[in-house]
């Protein structure tokens, strides 16, 4: 793709509709190529077939495979090996991490840690520290491709210095499945001007399904470029729809035009029979219009078809009349001339895009148009979950994350599974299929939807199965895997749809949103990562509680934690207010999850750190008013008077108030009306918590003393405010009254002047005030107390040698004579050693006795290739996987014969045990 190759993720310059027709008679692009051209000096691709040096070459420093057209932006040689089928993968967004990982890694200037990074093109709006995003807020695709190429190399020609980003946006949205967007900027990176330079495509397009070479070409305007006069669409179709074969889909394969450089259109568009002219100075006469050039190869006729008076857009007309049998075509369609001065870029926007007719084609074209006018943005489907898998003993444990359910439309979750290999995989599950036994979909091995009445077949996509108001979940347990086989995972979310809109359900592309699990026992002895069970109370008799889920005992750390609650929950990007929940690393100091919202219906919502999940279990909601200081204040009522009484006013109904001590800032407040004119100096500041907003400048104080300045029971002397018990707060005939309506008080108000809350500050003489930084929440009772705070250990994952029992090891498959299910690479003969101790070695003998084969097996630690989804047993080799594979040769590397052999486990402590096995012809 780096060579001006502009469809598939790799090298590839083909593209096919419908998808996967790669191996049938569907092909509908054989050939194409980018083309940046001034006079004599056309840098393309097309005629230089896959090896390289080329015209259009990686930015040095990319990846390639050498000898091929392979592409990359960066330099991490651990990608090579980690890409499908050895080839090196362009960035994808989808495929920021793990094994399959195509971002570059950067050093993220927030905590200087190595981090993946997006290389490509954002759009408006974020930040160079999104990049660093791999939930990829900013994608508008389902799968973008970036890549970059120049003319550095270019064969036998000078360089012209044009550098050339290219992103790709794919879809697996239905309305937009049958087209991507390819989107160029053309940057001019030498120190002159680029002059009289045409810039455009070579493009051959066929149509195989009717017969072969008997193509009509059409050109035209499909509103694109509101220029009549230019084309903007080129598609390929066969005439001969008559003899399309049975199960085979008509098709029609184009490319439109969307945008071109300075907004020419394409001014210049030429046919011919493939593959036209080879040679620079034989294409430069068909790209600049010029049938008298004396090196145009040919005669003018091959390429210069009913053009009219100026010779620049040749009529497709001409096919049908003069070639009514068809042929293959391929074209160039440039815009041009124009000049391109030092560090200027250009923009140029082209699709390839398919229809089964061409009412389908140009709706597409009119879809194309509308995404490409808002950002390539449609409507779109959930936000990919993010999923985990964890393998254990005969079962894989799948979780995922909530940010789908952001989405407004959102349904539900679909889950796939497959079984997959180094070197194969197969299919994602059954199919569906449609009445001409087209597939359609994949039947999921698991779905969960909301409860919401929208249910069965979707009314616009029959084959799109809505639910059936299972209720949403975020775990699910698959038990029906086999140890020793490797399983691939994918998860998707999906929308309800809009009939009202003629909006079907649209789910996420199947394939992207993988895990992997291995599904296999850990070592002998081993002991799980584990947490306190059952409910976590701070007081025994408690109504609310915490309990701790572990979901991955091998992530489980052993440490400390500390688990505190917050007014606001931070939902994707916004704040919310409710009641959320931080959690802290006592050991790490440091904290991991911030303001997460609670446990909700689902049971299962709250996010997964080092293992384990919080359940929440909060206590009844019953609207009650509540005043809660913070946990660790010293303040403490009178024995007769509190300290303060507060009472909220019917405007005040729906609000909560935090109270802050606050002696550095102390506020001046005037006097309530009728209490006179002093000013009274008070170190409170008062907020309204579910806007954040201040309303301390609104505050007024009654001070009784001011009514009744000539009385020391009524507090003295006026103008005076303390925090201090028994201070000039403090009115003394609150005792002589036997009640408090005679206490000083604030009374709280709004910007508007309504009455918010009186707030009686009584000070009694008895009392402890609160100190400096001191908070009063006042507010509706949530599900916890704001003070609550739960703290609890982890207990790490440990081999305990008395644990181990060797009475389970076992040698399978025994007897061997087929291929187990495992064996999945070609050429694979393996039998495995189960439920082994973490260090052992394995002995293997004759019948007679003779020594075969000795393996050491030994526990290692490895760094997980996927640190973000890091699976089962990632910090273990197969050797500490309580499994050891014996590919039936013998130390001298020589393979077994067939017999009956003894088998020897033994641990360093001197245990043993033993066993046969046979190998069979």
Known sequence: MNYGRIFNGRAETDFYWPIRTHTTDGQHAGTSSIIFAVKDNVIESYTQGRAAPQDWMPRDGSLQKPGNVTSGIHSDLSLVAGSVGSYVRCAHSDLGTGPTRTWPLRVD????????????????????????????????????????????????????????????????????????????????????????????????????????????????????????????????????????????????????????????????????????????????????SDPDNPNLPGDPSQYFHATGPDRRIDNTDWIPQNKPEGSYWAFFAMSGPFDLEPAEVVTAIFCPVAGADETQLLSNVQTLKEMAQNGFRGPSPPPQPTLSAVAGDQKVTLYWDTRAEQHPEFEGY?????????????????????????????????????????????????????????????????????????????????????????????????????????????????????????????????????????????????????????DWTVIGSDSIYQQGYTLYDVNDGRVLLENRPLTDASGDNTEVVDGFRIKFVGRPITGQLEQVWNADSPIKDGARWPYWDLSLRSAASQLDFEFVIDESHPATLPAFRGFGTAHYT????????????????????????????DNPDYGQPVGQWSLAPGGPNWNPIIDQMGNTSRADFIVGKDEKGNQLFLLKTIHPPDAVA??????????????????????????????????????????????????????????????????????????????????????????????????????????????????????????????????????????PDGRQTTGKLAIIR
């Open 109 to 288: 200037p927030r905590d200087g840690q190595a981090k993946p990074w997006w290389p490509g093109i954002l759009p408006p709006g974020f930040s160079e520290l999104d990049r660093f995003d791999t939930n990829t807020p900013w994608a508008v695709a389902d799968r973008e491709c970036y890549m970059v190429f120049n003319d550095k190399y270019n064969i036998g020609k000078p360089s012209l210095g044009v550098e050339i980003e290219e992103q790709i946006y794919n879809y697996g949205r239905a309305y937009a499945s049958d087209f991507s967007f390819v989107y160029l900027r053309i940057h001019n990176t030498s120190d002159k001007k680029i002059e009289n330079a045409y810039f455009g495509y070579y493009f051959f397009l066929k149509d195989d399904i009717g017969g072969f070479n008997d193509d009509y070409l059409v050109a035209m305007n499909a509103g694109l470029n509101p220029d009549p006069s230019k084309p903007d669409l080129f598609y390929v179709f066969d005439p001969q729809r008559d003899q399309i074969p049975a199960n085979h889909v008509p098709a029609l394969a184009g490319i439109a035009v969307v945008k071109t450089p300075k907004d020419l259109g394409i001014t210049d568009f030429h046919f011919f029979e493939p593959p036209g002219p080879l040679l620079d100075q034989g294409m430069w006469p068909v790209i600049s």
């Open 414 to 566: 679909k889950i796939y599974r497959r079984e997959a290999s180094s070197i194969a995989v197969a299919d994602w599950g059954e199919p569906i299929t449609d009445a001409q036994g087209n597939q359609v979909g994949v039947k999921p091995i698991a779905q969960f939807d909301k409860i919401d009445g929208i249910t069965g077949p979707d009314p616009l996509n029959p084959y799109m199965w809505l639910g059936d108001d299972t209720g949403l979940v975020h775990t699910f347990v698959d038990e029906d895997v086999l140890n020793g086989v490797s399983y691939q995972y994918a998860i998707t979310a999906y929308t309800r749809g809009n009939p009202s809109k003629d909006l079907p359900s649209l789910e996420n592309a199947l394939g992207s949103g993988l895990a992997s699990a291995f599904a296999q026992t850990p070592p002998n002895g081993t002991i799980p990562g584990h947490a306190p069970k059952g409910a976590l109370k701070i007081d025994p008799a408690d109504s609310f509680w915490i309990e701790i889920e572990v979901l991955d005992p091998n992530r489980i750390t052993g440490h400390k934690y500390e688990v505190s609650f917050s």
């Open 770 to 907: 609160p100190r400096d930084g001191d908070r009063l929440f006042v507010g509706r009772m949530k599900p916890f107390p704001r003070d609550a705070v739960y703290t609890f250990e982890t207990t790490k994952a440990f081999v305990d040698p008395q644990a181990i029992d060797l009475g389970k090891v076992r040698a399978v498959p025994n007897p061997y004579y087929v291929k187990a299910r495992w064996e999945t690479e070609a050429n694979s003969r393996i039998i495995r050693f189960m439920n082994l101790p973490e260090i052992c070695d394995i002995y293997i003998f004759t019948v007679a006795g003779d020594l075969v084969r000795h393996i050491e097996h030994r526990q290692k630690f490895l760094t997980p290739s996927n640190q973000d989804n890091p699976g089962p047993y990632a910090r273990f080799t197969k050797a500490g996987l309580g499994f050891h594979d014996w590919e039936l040769v013998s130390d001298n590397e020589i393979e077994v014969a067939y017999g009956i052999y003894i088998y020897v486990v033994r641990t």
């Open 682 to 709: 008070v170190p409170v500041r008062i907020f309204i918590n579910n806007t954040g907003q201040e309303i301390t400048p609104y505050l007024e104080v009654g001070d009784w003393a001011a009514r009744f300045p």
